[in-house]
């Protein structure tokens, strides 16, 4: 994109793990070195700018060493909700009773004061013209898509709910603290939507699940008024050589995927990035971006003796013997995840176990892995939509049950809250979980930040939904000790062999270890280690995979697993059959991935 053609504010969405960090850097770097005045915000609770800039970074803006004009910042949900906090109750202080003071504290401990401290600090970034004056562009590097979604539609939700609401009050009490704030709303609202100021950037791969959800987003996008839209496609590859197996079967799946790009995506301006053959770490790194990877690559730099790792069905082998329970998968967007829970319940249900497959990321399919799932498999997903109509429902029959009609009036308009979904999710995230006391449960959980989110206010829901309705249900009350319990719930977190994916998966597993939740073991998926090719862009990204399969197993996991990358995409029964590592010798596999990681 040439800065004489791009509107000022600039947004990256698309499936995880499909590059979005990496092409917002890449183009605030070329705006910068353009003579542009650059800020980069991301709104992802699992944020990784700092490491693939190179630098420290906070809510605030801070400069970019190396990128003159560039300056980033991310929005952090938990420091935005202390000063949404303290800003609300910090003038009360001395002047109300201590007592009073700690109930507003603790009304604005939930959840929904989470949402909008950092809703309101986006809403102003994009809503505030002088908080960005000095800018001429802002670009947001944001969570994946179900994250996203839900972030880009708080300005009408709330903008909506202020303007019909009637009592004075909400879940996060009285409105006196949001009215305020409604212009500002507006105003981002009409930013969002002005395709004269406003490019929404859809990054994708050649990949199906990938397209599918950015078509996915881009309707839902368009529904809520945002217009301007371009697709990059990112980690385009052809191989240098016919006779290579394994470059010609990464060639081919990518262009099998974009054989059947979605009609609404192929009409849209398109930019293609090629596979990068090095990491894209530092500001320096990052400048090559939208050149030719081939000559970047390293040319002869080859993985001889590849680390041998178990396959994953070692670890289904360990998991069968606990005879039911939950199983988890964690992580990073587009490491797998979906993939590695599918192919797990698969293989329990083909043992003859009755498993329930379902996902807590608001815009995952489990279903698109496991085609015609075999008898005892079960496969769904929990709908926002249908759940939050259905805890509306059941509020209003036991809650407003005993009240009079203004009550049940005042109720209903409280229900309307943006909030209500995050608590109705919550809830049918705890049902799924209480099912692992009857068989297997396999949950294919959202990206690392929203998860980490939803398992951090468990007891902030608790309070929200017992403030609702007369009372508690067991599965949300039993929801924290049986994440906790070793015995009833195993988390698995899944990695790719590259620098990101594996120090989020560590963060990731200290905030597990802080609340009393120790993940089972580790899977690296997509590992081109054990593959046999010459291809110069897929050997030199071959060749940087060993320090990260050595740092998980060394230092980081208890049990490990590897999944090679796959000659054919891990869909469908023999798709993942193949993931598990169930064959004796796989096509393109340089030796078995059977020993033991101790050995």
């Given amino acids: 994109m040439q800065a004489t053609t791009t509107t000022r504010y600039l947004f990256f969405t698309g499936k995880g793990g499909v590059g979005k960090t990496s092409i917002s850097c890449a183009t605030a770097i070329a705006l910068a070195d353009q003579g542009r005045r650059v800020l980069l915000v991301s709104t992802d609770p699992a944020s990784n700018l700092d490491e693939v800039l190179g630098v420290n970074l906070g809510s605030s803006p801070t400069a970019v060493p190396g990128a003159a004009r560039l300056d980033a910042m991310n929005l952090d949900p938990e420091v935005a909700a202390a000063e949404y906090r303290e800003k609300v109750v910090g003038p009360y202080r001395g ?3 201590d007592a009073t003071v700690r109930s507003m504290e603790e009304q604005l401990s939930g959840s929904c004061t989470i949402e909008i401290a950092a809703f309101d600090e986006f809403s102003r970034l994009l809503g505030d013209p002088e908080r ?6 802002v670009l947001f590097d944001t969570a994946p898509t179900g994250h996203t979604l839900r972030l880009l539609s708080l300005p009408q939700a709330w903008s909506s709910f202020l303007e019909t609401n ?3 009050t909400s879940c996060l009490g009285p409105l006196a603290g949001l009215e305020h704030q409604q212009k500002l709303y507006a105003a981002s609202v009409q930013t969002l939507t002005d395709s004269a100021q406003t490019t929404l950037i859809l990054v994708s791969r050649a990949e199906p699940a990938a397209l599918r959800e950015a078509e996915r987003s881009s309707r839902e996008l368009r529904e809520l008024g945002v217009s301007n839209q371009r697709l990059v496609l990112n980690g385009t590859f052809t191989a240098s050589d016919p006779n290579d197996r394994v470059a010609v079967a990464f060639e081919r799946r990518g262009k099998e995927a974009l054989a059947c790009i979605p009609d609404g995506l192929a009409a849209l301006p398109r930019t293609e ?3 990068n053959a090095r990491p894209l770490l530092g500001v320096d790194a990052l400048r090559t971006m939208f050149g030719d990877q081939t000559e970047a690559a390293d040319g002869g730099v080859r993985v001889t003796t590849p680390r041998v790792l178990p396959p994953l069905v070692r670890l289904v082998d360990e998991l069968e013997s606990r005879g039911k ?18 192919a797990i319940a698969l293989e329990l249900a083909r043992r003859g176990h009755q498993v329930r497959l379902s996902t807590t990321d608001p815009a995952a399919h489990v279903s698109w892995s496991v085609e015609r799932p075999p008898a005892g498999l079960h496969v769904g997903r929990i709908d926002a939509e249908s759940e939050t109509r259905a805890y509306r429902d059941e509020v209003m029959a036991t809650a407003g049950g005993s009240l009079d009609d203004q009550g049940r009036a005042l109720l209903a308009e409280d229900l309307r809250s943006p909030c209500t979904e995050e608590v109705a999710v919550f809830r049918s995230f705890a049902r799924t979980v209480a099912a692992g006391k009857d068989g297997f449960v396999v949950l294919d959980t959202a990206p ?9 206010a468990a ?6 939904v017992l403030r609702q309705s007369s009372g508690m249900p067991e599965a949300v009350r039993e929801l924290l000790p049986r994440l906790r319990d070793p015995a009833f719930t195993r988390i698995l977190l ?3 062999p590259e620098a990101t994916p594996v120090h989020e998966a560590a963060r990731l597993q200290q905030d597990l270890l802080r609340a009393g939740i120790k993940p089972f073991g580790w899977v690296i998926n997509q590992a081109l280690a054990p593959l046999r090719t010459e291809d110069p862009v897929l050997a030199s990204r071959q060749a940087n995979e060993p320090a990260y399969l050595d740092e998980v197993a060394d230092g980081l996991a208890e049990r490990v697993a590897l999944v090679p990358w796959l000659l054919a995409p891990p869909v469908g029964r023999e798709g993942l059959l193949a993931a598990l590592g169930t064959g004796a010798t796989r096509p393109g596999v340089a030796q078995d991935t059977v020993a033991d990681p101790s050995a």
């Fill in 325 to 342: 329970g939950v199983i988890m998968t964690m992580g990073k967007g587009g490491v797998g995840k979906t993939t590695v829970a599918s």
């Fill in 459 to 464: 007891e902030a829901y608790h309070r929200e």
């Fill in 273 to 275: 990035v090629r596979l």
């Fill in 132 to 137: 960005t004056r000095s800018y001429n562009h």
């Fill in 166 to 168: 009637t009592t004075g």
């Fill in 95 to 97: 002047v109300l009773p």
């Fill in 448 to 456: 690392t930040g929203h998860t980490i989110l939803l398992l951090d």
């Fill in 494 to 496: 899944v990695t790719l």
